[in-house]
């Protein structure tokens, strides 16, 4: 069985400033790695994934993910973000091959002026 | 098209009344998911469709009903609901395995009088 443990609920951040979201999995078998930013009043949104070959992922709004299997981690970064970033962030593992995907509790990132 | 069309957006029902929650993709994946989100909580897997067979259900009460009349279409059925079931119901999609991750629609906020 596989499990994801996101390590912050609640991450603030001032605008322009970097930030690192952490989250750690766990699982017996090979598995893919996703992070997904839900906005209020939407549905998920994929932001990167990592699938194998290059640790390190890059995704949409200029986040990226760095994928280590020694410390079975996928933890996310900007290295400046927007009051636009604002959100709920999911990181979420699945097998390889399989449909079920576990997500964590959530990181809630709010950024402030 | 590169979205999941979900209607309606709000749905307010009694706990005697029979809906029908409905999504929509056409972008030929052939996996079509409905999850289960309480506020402040991760998505929770209800079923999922593979070829328009139904190959997961997470135990879901008979309440709930899904059906997948083609491989664009997927509805919830939902018939004496408690207001427990009251939540964002989130339909997703993918191709036949994992490996580009989830579309999602923006979901459909269910609540239950």
């Known amino acids: 069985a596989q499990s994801v443990t996101q390590l912050d609920s609640q991450v603030p951040v001032f605008e322009e400033a970097p930030v690192e979201l952490r989250c750690n999995y766990s699982?017996?078998?090979?598995?893919?790695l996703f992070w997904y930013v839900q906005y209020p009043n939407q549905g998920l949104q994929l932001l990167l994934k990592?699938?194998?070959?290059?640790?390190l992922v890059k995704g949409i709004n200029g986040f990226e993910a760095e994928f280590n299997k020694s410390q079975t981690s996928f933890h996310l970064r900007k290295p400046s973000v927007h009051i636009s970033d604002t959100a709920e962030y999911f990181c979420?593992?699945?097998?390889?091959?399989?449909?079920?995907?576990?997500f964590g509790a959530g990181t809630r990132l709010f950024v402030k002026a | 098209d590169t979205e999941v069309t979900q209607t309606p957006k709000h749905l307010v029902m009694g706990m005697t009344n029979k809906k029908s929650l409905k999504c929509e993709q056409h972008?030929?994946?052939?996996?079509m998911y409905w999850y289960k989100q309480k506020a402040k909580k991760p998505p929770e897997l209800m079923f999922v469709?593979?070829?328009?067979?139904?190959?997961i259900n997470e135990s879901v009460p008979s309440r709930f009903s899904p059906e997948c009349p083609n491989s664009s279409l997927l509805n919830l059925h939902l018939h004496a609901l408690q207001p427990e079931d009251s939540a964002l119901y989130l339909c997703?999609?993918?191709?036949?395995?994992?490996?580009?991750?989830?579309?999602f629609g923006s979901g459909t906020r269910l609540t239950v009088v």
């Open positions: 469709y593979s070829y328009e067979k139904l190959s």
């Open positions: 979420a593992v699945s097998e390889t091959g399989g449909f079920k995907t576990i």
């Open positions: 990592y699938l194998s070959g290059s640790t």
């Open positions: 699982s017996s078998v090979s598995v893919y």
């Open positions: 972008m030929g994946h052939r996996a």
């Open positions: 997703a999609s993918s191709q036949d395995a994992q490996f580009y991750g989830y579309t």
